[in-house]
Structures are given as C-alpha cells and as structure tokens.
C-alpha cells in the first residue's frame, strides 16, 4: 500500500506539472492543479495509513 | 551591487550559522540525556558533511539566476530544471558577485536543511547513518528543489513562462529549506520507526520528555538570529528585495516567532493546566519557519497572524503526529519544519504584497506586478505541490536504498545503553546517575 501511496503522489504531481506546461486557460489550469492536488493526497493518505502504528490506532 | 550592500549581506550571510548552533541545541535539549553528546557531535558531522557535499556537487546543481543551466523546451518555452555549473566552486569568482554571496548563503542553508531530520530521528539514529544520508540531501535533494525556486529554474519561471504572479517566491526558505528538510525528517522517521519504549503493545504513545528545558529555550534565542540573517539575506539575494527592506523583515521575524510562541504557550495552558516547554519552543521556530517566505513582503499585522496560526498548528499537529499517526518525533521537526514550511509557502499567496520596486531581479526573471496577482497562489499551490509529490518520495526512495546497504537505526542494545555510551565511548553527564527504565511492556 506505501508503494501505491507513492506512485499516486508522484502521479498526482505528474498532472501539476503537466497542467502548468500544457495548459494555457486559466480555469483549465487551476481545476487540473486542484486535482493533482487531490491524486496527491490520497497518496499521502494511502502512505500515511501504511504505517503499521496508524493502521492499528484505526481498528 | 554596490559595495555597502555586498558588506551588509556578508553579515547577513555570517549570522546564518545562529540558525544551526540554536536547532541543534533546541533537539539535544528535546532527546534523552542518554544521547546528548551524540546528538551534538552529530549534528557537527552533519554540518560538516552537508557543507563538503554541497561545494562538491550541490552547489553546481543549484546554481544561481542567470548562471548556466539545463533547459527543455515543451509547449515552446523553456523550462530551467537543473544548474550546470562546475564542481568544487570553481569559477566563481570571490568578488562579492551575487553568485558568490548566495554561494556562501547556500552553504549554511543546506546545514540548517540537513540538520532538521535530526530533530524527528534523535536517539536512535547512528552517526555514520546520519552523515550518509546528509550526503544525499545535500548532494541531490536540495539543490536540485533550491534551483528550482531560488537557481531560476521552473518554479521560479512560472510568473514569466506561465503568467502565474512573480513565480514562486520563497524569500527566506521555507520550502527550500524548511519544509525540505522537514519532509526528509518524515521519511526518515518513517525507516527508523519509533524509539523503544515510546508506543505500547496496544500502540499507545509513552511520553519520553526532552532532558534540559534550558537548552532547549537557549536554542530558541539562537535560531532567532540565525533567521534573521537567513531571511533578510535570502530576501535580497533570490526575490531581489531592497536592503532597506532589512528592517520590515527583522521586525516579521520577531513578530511571527513572538505570536507563535504565545500561541503555544496559551494553547498547551488552556489544554493541559500549564505552558509546555517543548511545544511552545517548537511554537517559537515554527513561526520563525512560517515567516521566512513571506518576510520580506507582508506587513507586520500579517507577520502575527502568520506566527499565531503558525504556532496552533505546530501545538495541534505535534500532537497529531503522535497520537494519530504513530509517528515518532522527538524534537517536532516534521511539524515545525514541514507543516510551518508548508503554511510559510502559502502564507505568501494570501498576505503578501509585491509593490513593483520590491521585487526586481535581473534577467527579468520576475514578471513585474505592482498589484496583488491571483495567479501568485497558483504558482505556491504548485511549489506546494511538488514538495509533497515530488520531493517527499525522492528523499524517502534515497534513504530507504540507503537504509538496506548502510542501517539506519542502532541496534537496540545501543539504545538502551544510550548512543553516547554505545557509539562515543563516553556519556555527556558521566558524573551523574542519569537513566532509570520506566517502561512496562513496549513494542
């Protein structure tokens, strides 16, 4: 699952970048940096829940 | 520049090393008595490392703006990603040129970096181990995030390639430094897991408190300098800032730490019946760490708000961390340094003010704006954005390679004995009975 979470942040950043190079609109821009954003924190949940003390402290 | 300014941002530069001298006093007073000479000496190591690594490579990779650099071209514009400097300084000439000035600022910088994943790893991270891993971030992880900010690289060009404000400002390193650092003491705290004793079989946390609360307060005096002269040079050196603006950041660095400070105090107070010493210290270095994005270009009204929400968020997510998370972090170094860094970074987007004279670098890095710009919060939400999605699994990939050919953790006979006993030979307070085993049973 840590392995997971990490791919999912960098991807989430992959959809940043891409975003701020690619896209010119501004709405275009910022509704994709928001959902890099997003891809980023489920990554950092999924990374964060990995942890053998959190995953315990949640039963 | 002119010859007054290069002397004034020489001091600037020379009061930097505080920063390093007041954390590592603040996480020796934060660890076990049992590792305090080894926290100490360790922290030099680092030092010393970090600075040998950095003139070596790192600082070829940063660079400066304007200096020599690897681009690609995508959508027709030219995207700055990595210096191409020369090893071992070479090339630069001492002559009080700016690339010479941020140079020596950098030096101390990437110290202050490399030290704050001590603060998360204190009492159980082996001293050969630590310099390792200072070596990657020194070489690698943070020039390659600081030229990206602070080296004209992408981050910075975002104003001009992408119209996003003035690029990502970060004047006294927040990101750059704090949250960099902050963020490699996450991963770090993560490989080496929790120290002995600190969660119970049932995944309860045991409080283990620092031992020398004067150290720790000492500490806090010290880094205040270092930051002084970490923002205010930073400021000039990489945004361009006036010198006279030296008195405006002097006076946002007291009041952020001042705010955050009585924030933690007040806090932990109404929570727990009395002020905590540890958390309001981390209170304290988490507004200094909050106010150096910023510092440079918000007011002082915003400098307290800045601190304040600095400080509850540092008391909160201590605890957070602890509790929550199962995160062992004896001196806060991930809530100080990533979350305070991560809030400075946003902390411009929101209070900052870029009257057109304030921001004026050569080269025309920075696209002119006289007024507010909406797109300058988009270009931290991406500096943000690569923190958290780039630079947090670089720094955990490296140390776990490392961690399976070099070991990161002692052994735990080595922390129980303490590390000054187990890997100095010799304890910091040899006349004195200075440990006794409380726990039950622990994981």
Known sequence: MKLAGFLLLLAGWAIVVAAVVLLIPANARVIFVVAGVGVEMIGLTLVIRSNPLAAREKE | MPITEIVLVILLILLAPFSVAGLSLINTGLGRSRSAAHCLLTSLCIFAVAAGVYVICGFAWQGYIGAPAHVIVVAGRQWNWLARGSFFLRGIEFDG???????????????????????????????????????????????????????????AQLGINAAMGHGVIDAGGSGTIQAVGGLTALALAWILGPRRGKYSLEGMPTAIPGHNAVLILLGCFLAFFGWLGLNSAGAILFTGAAPGRIVLISINTALAAGAAVLAAVLITGMRFGRPDVSISAN?????????????????????????????ALVTYSVEWFELHLGVDDPGGAISVHALGGIWGLLAVAIFARFPAPAVDIGGGLFRAASTRDAGQALAQAVAVATLIGFVLPLTYGLNLALNRIWPQRVAMEGERQGLDLYELGGGAYPEFVTHSDEFGQFR
């Open chain 2, 97 to 155: 040129a700016p690339i010479s000035l941020a140079a020596g600022l950098q030096i101390f910088s990437v110290g202050l970096a490399a030290l704050i994943p001590m603060g998360a790893c204190l009492d159980r991270w082996r001293l050969s181990a630590a310099c390792a891993s200072t070596a990657l971030l020194a070489g690698w992880t943070y020039p390659l995030f600081a030229h990206w900010v602070w080296g004209g690289g992408w981050l």
């Open chain 2, 283 to 311: 209170g304290w270095v988490g507004g200094l760490v909050a106010s150096s994005a910023s510092c440079a270009f918000i007011s002082p009204l915003a400098a307290l708000v800045i601190g304040a929400i600095a400080g």
